[in-house]
């Protein structure tokens, strides 16, 4: 697997794979059976993990379950022709150290920044023969201005104090984000000497305070309030309001009422791209193409990646400490080093042995034989196996307790498909020739004119419903992933057609049985080309039936464009 940095540059340039693939190909049949470190899961925290270990010499091998690398930064073809990116579509919180220390533009990332950032076309009825009003916000603060003042001048006037008052908060959070945390233990029950040490960890902390200043409450407010609460105190259109609260509520099960729904808006603020904070940008080729950077840069420095391995145990002995994994072929790599790129549940409900039959099944393997009969003969507990034997619960039952109430769920259905024109909005009609315009290339809010909507729809989600007035994000992922006018790019999609990523916030865990699985929407219709042949509208949906397996589906009629 290992291969020296000018090996795989040759490799990028003539083949067309990328060249942590070529590399694996090269590699198969080559699983050694023991590692320094052995990852669980190739996403990209598990191949950043891996890259910064390999480049310090620690010999590391990746294990993926998938047949593909990158987990939820992944871009797939799942409609013949198209490639996608199946899960995350925008970047932003990547730390900017990494693209630095990992050299990401070397081994092919192509970033391309989101600009104008967000389009909220408002449907406005009983406009009669006026054009609806729509909110178009980019980096261009005078034009963000003179978009605002369409629905207040007093807004227009409080939007950049506003955008200083967030900057101010994400630049004294974001050094907290690289510290260690603050060691409360150590402070409540470890000794003089352990306090003294855990001092440093209050630094960061404390330099945090001193660039929020005097206004340090408003700005706790901010992460634990209503993100309603916090915009009322700025602004007074509920347009803004509404489009600026989608960032407070995207992927997650709140409300704009909710307390702490400040801190996911800060979460979407406080990232950068190419040295602009808060800035969110496409990735060429789709999220895929930066899990291929990552994981070039480690296998350039010898790390192993291993798709379709998937790990079904961590092997663990008496005093708790990992011993390695065991594959779901039976395959067992020895390593004392175990990070694990799955879910905290998966980790240490699934993965790791929960109780003493599990702690026995992997000791047994570590005795030697002329001591397995002796283990089997009596109780696991009797005296004769004692001693430096005896099996310690190194998962305190608290502890597990708390991983599995672990809330992980979402809101979000994410929709991929493809389109063969832009959408014309009533508020922002298409060029004559189809030509892309600015909103285009951002993320479009429809169904946002009033906050109270949002909350609406999650008071529905809650209720085991889909909501009356869907809030519904649109990413077009630009012709596509950040790539400029109709041209082709070979890892995107086919000339002259679009890919489409829309996200349909609030929908309930469990359906209720009832009403339509999708109602109709109050803004201008988009285009789906399911599950008919032709495409249909959005709000032709109709009564929703139930297949033989179980799953939903919602009749509709085909209608043309």
């Known amino acids: 697997m290992a291969a020296s940095g000018r090996g795989l540059c040759k490799a990028v340039a003539a083949s067309p794979f990328p060249a942590w693939r070529r590399a694996h190909t090269e590699a198969r049949g080559g699983l050694k059976p023991e590692y320094d470190a052995v990852v669980i899961g190739a996403g990209h925290n598990g191949l950043v993990a891996a890259a910064y270990l390999q480049r310090l010499g620690v010999n590391t091998a990746i294990f993926e379950r998938r047949h593909v690398i990158g987990g939820a930064a992944v871009t797939e073809e799942i409609i013949p022709g198209f490639k996608f990116s199946r899960a995350s579509y925008l970047l932003s919180l990547l730390r900017p150290q990494i693209y630095t220390d990992l050299e990401l533009k070397k081994h092919g990332l192509r970033l391309h920044l989101r600009n104008p950032y967000s389009f909220t076309p408002m449907l406005e009825e009983g406009a009669g023969s006026k054009v609806p009003r729509c909110l178009l916000l980019g980096t261009d603060m005078a034009e963000n201005k003179k978009q605002i003042a369409q629905f207040s001048q007093k807004d227009a006037q409080a939007f950049p104090k506003y955008e200083e008052f967030m900057h101010r908060l994400a630049l004294a959070i974001d050094p907290l984000l690289d510290a260690a945390p603050v060691d409360i233990a150590a402070f409540q029950h470890g000794s003089l000497l352990q306090r003294m040490r855990s001092l440093s960890t209050l630094k960061p902390l404390l330099k945090a305070g001193r660039i929020l200043g005097a206004q340090l409450p408003r700005y706790y407010e901010v992460l634990t309030a209503p993100i309603t609460k916090v915009l009322d105190q700025w602004f007074e259109s ?21 307390p702490g729904s400040g801190y996911v ?79 905290p549940q998966i980790t ?69 498909v493809a389109v063969d024109r832009l959408p014309s909005f009533l508020a922002a009609p298409s060029a004559p020739r189809g030509q892309p315009l600015p909103h285009h290339q951002c993320s479009i809010h429809l169904n946002c004119e009033d906050t109270l909507l949002l909350h609406q729809a999650f008071e529905d989600a809650m209720d085991g419903l889909p909501s009356h007035s869907v809030r519904l994000h649109r990413g077009l992922c630009p012709w596509l992933q950040g790539l400029c006018g109709w041209q082709r790019h070979p890892h995107t999609t086919r000339f002259g057609e679009n890919l489409r990523a829309s996200w349909r916030e609030h929908i309930p865990l469990r359906h209720v049985p009832g009403p339509a699985l999708l109602r109709p929407p109050r803004a201008p219709a988009f285009w789906l080309p399911l599950p008919f042949p032709g495409p249909v509208s959005l709000w032709k949906w109709g009564s929703s039936w139930r297949r033989c397996d179980g799953s939903c589906w919602a009749k509709c009629s085909a209608c043309g464009l």
């Open 238 to 258: 509920e347009p803004l309001k509404a489009t600026l609260a989608t960032d407070a509520v995207i992927g997650a099960m709140t409300s704009p009422h909710t």
């Open 265 to 343: 808006l800060l979460h979407h603020v406080m990232g950068g791209l190419e040295g602009m904070q808060g800035a969110w940008g496409y990735v060429q080729g789709g999220m895929g193409a930066l899990s291929d950077a990552i994981a070039s840069s480690a296998t350039t420095h010898g790390a192993s990646i291993f798709t379709e391995k998937t790990v079904a145990k961590v092997q663990v002995n008496s005093e708790g400490c990992v011993q390695g994994v065991v594959l779901e072929d039976g395959t067992e790599v020895r390593s004392k080093m175990v990070l694990s790129n799955t879910s």
């Open 348 to 416: 240490f409900l699934k993965l790791t042995p929960q109780d003493e039959e599990d702690f026995r099944r992997e000791r047994l393997r570590d005795l030697p034989e002329r001591r397995k009969k002796a283990a089997s003969l009596g109780p696991w507990t009797s005296e004769a196996f004692h001693g430096d034997f005896s099996f310690q619960e190194w998962l305190p039952e608290e502890f597990l307790e708390r991983i599995s109430q672990l809330d992980t769920r979402s809101p979000v259905t994410k929709i991929n």
